[in-house]
């Protein structure tokens, strides 16, 4: 493993350190790749249709985390308090943290299949010579793609238990839900 920092890349007959090295780095990954179809209309592929897909995502795991703490204030509150209403919220509540969870996932798995570089965990955990298959699975192959499939997977999970809340006796599931929205 080499550091970028610590050795120089040729541009002509001049050495350009590591800041430059990033600059040209991110210049050239803006570029369209010419084998994809991009709706060419001129303006480059950061303006094509995959340039507000990390941010969405991004966004996405925002919510879902206010979601969960939403969750665990209202399922501990009405549970503690046995506020019905409070805790009747709960379970939509869980439902839409496990689609803002699933959006934040597919945004990464994205960035990772069309090869957008922007991302800095993309340009760390892959390379446009990848195949597909091998750039899904580099998703998850950091620590931060670890984390949000963990946390996808627990989404799931939760998603899974507030389907089955209903058949539960009300403070039961409620407090599981809220437990869950806590971890």
């Given at each position: 493993y080499l550091n970028q920092a610590s050795f120089g890349m040729a541009r002509?007959?001049?050495?350009?350190?590591?800041?430059?090295?990033?600059e040209t780095r991110r210049e050239l990954c803006i570029e369209p790749r010419p084998h994809r179809d991009l709706a060419d209309d001129g303006r480059g592929a950061c303006r094509g249709g995959t340039a507000?897909?990390?941010?969405?995502?991004?966004?996405?795991?925002?919510?879902?985390t206010c979601l969960a703490a939403a969750q665990a204030v209202f399922a501990w509150g009405g549970a503690i308090g046995r506020r019905s209403?409070?805790?009747?919220?709960?379970?939509?509540?869980?439902?839409?943290?496990?689609?803002?969870?699933?959006?934040?996932?597919?945004?990464l798995a994205t960035s990772f299949v069309t090869d957008d570089f922007s991302v800095a965990y993309v340009a760390q955990n892959s390379n446009s010579a990848l195949p597909?298959?091998?750039?899904?699975?580099?998703?998850?192959?950091?620590?931060?793609g670890s984390l949000l499939l963990w946390v996808t997977l627990l989404g799931l999970w939760?998603?899974?238990?507030?389907?089955?809340?209903?058949?539960?006796?009300?403070?039961?599931?409620?407090?599981?839900?809220?437990?869950?929205?806590?971890?």
């Open positions: 002509g007959r001049e050495i350009i350190g590591a800041h430059e090295f990033h507000m897909i990390p941010e969405l995502g991004h966004f996405a795991l925002i919510l879902a209403a409070w805790m009747s919220v709960v379970r939509p509540i869980a439902l839409a943290q496990c689609v803002f969870l699933l959006l934040a996932f597919g945004a597909t298959l091998y750039r899904v699975a580099a998703v998850w192959g950091a620590h931060e939760t998603a899974g238990i507030g389907l089955v809340v209903p058949r539960m006796p009300l403070g039961f599931g409620v407090r599981v839900l809220g437990e869950l929205g806590v971890v």
